[in-house]
């Protein structure tokens, strides 16, 4: 008889890659703008022009990345990822507290130019919301992307994220004298 072979379905996908940046400058940009901040240790990049052009060459790169991550997901080459939105965040930020998702964005990408250990981490919740019901702590050996309802990314310097926008997420709290600033991008497939 031949083995069990298990394939993977109606998947959902995350990627984490290291940014070569001077995360300590993008971290000073951001703390000086939150002190005007849209709303509670939050900032919108595209509501002000003059942050557009501070993050200039951030943009650049996390461009980069979405198009690589567009052609890894095998769109069709004569599309691309346009950011349609972008703000800064920092502990305590309300709005990401909540679990959310993206409608508007086919790729939701996060940056961390400042993270301290023991931060507040970003969790991803399992598309399928059945799952939390049918598997239990005291049955699972180990978590993996198969039984898992929830998927914990500890934010890094320098780190970045990439993700469905589709997927809810929100940001768990860590301990509070712990900095993050995290600056989170939306992207949209763009003809």
Same mark, same amino acid.
């Given at each position: 008889?031949?083995?069990?072979?298990? %394939?993977?379905?109606?998947?959902?996908?995350?990627?984490?890659?290291?940014?070569?940046?001077?995360?300590?400058?993008?971290? *000073?940009?951001?703390?000086?703008?939150?002190?005007?901040?849209?709303?509670?240790?939050?900032?919108?990049?595209? *509501?002000?022009?003059?942050?557009?052009?501070?993050?200039?060459?951030?943009?650049? +790169?996390?461009?980069?990345?979405?198009? +690589?991550?567009?052609?890894?997901?095998?769109?069709?080459?004569?599309?691309?990822?346009?950011?349609?939105?972008?703000?800064? %965040?920092?502990?305590?930020?309300?709005?990401?507290?909540? &679990?959310?998702?993206? &409608?508007?964005?086919?790729?939701?990408?996060?940056?961390?130019?400042?993270?301290?250990?023991?931060?507040?981490?970003? +969790?991803?919740?399992?598309?399928? &919301?059945?799952?939390?019901?049918?598997?239990? +702590?005291?049955?699972?050996?180990?978590?993996?992307?198969? %039984?898992?309802?929830?998927?914990?990314?500890?934010?890094?310097?320098?780190?970045?994220?990439?993700?469905?926008?589709?997927?809810?997420?929100?940001?768990?709290?860590?301990?509070?004298?712990?900095?993050?600033?995290?600056?989170?991008? %939306?992207?949209?497939?763009?003809?």
């Amino acid at each position: 008889m031949k083995d069990l072979q298990i %394939n993977n379905i109606f998947s959902s996908f995350l990627i984490e890659k290291e940014l070569d940046f001077d995360h300590h400058a993008v971290t *000073h940009k951001c703390r000086h703008f939150l002190m005007t901040s849209d709303d509670y240790n939050q900032k919108n990049i595209f *509501h002000n022009p003059d942050l557009m052009v501070e993050f200039k060459d951030l943009f650049v +790169e996390i461009d980069k990345i979405a198009n +690589e991550t567009h052609k890894l997901l095998q769109y069709k080459q004569d599309t691309k990822q346009v950011c349609i939105d972008a703000w800064i %965040n920092q502990q305590g930020s309300l709005n990401t507290a909540v &679990p959310h998702q993206h &409608p508007t964005a086919d790729i939701a990408i996060v940056y961390y130019p400042q993270a301290e250990k023991g931060c507040d981490t970003l +969790e991803l919740l399992n598309p399928n &919301p059945k799952l939390q019901y049918v598997m239990h +702590e005291e049955m699972v050996e180990h978590w993996n992307n198969y %039984n898992s309802f929830t998927w914990n990314i500890i934010p890094k310097t320098g780190k970045v994220v990439i993700f469905p926008g589709y997927l809810i997420h929100y940001v768990k709290q860590g301990d509070w004298n712990k900095k993050r600033v995290s600056i989170a991008f %939306n992207y949209k497939v763009a003809w």
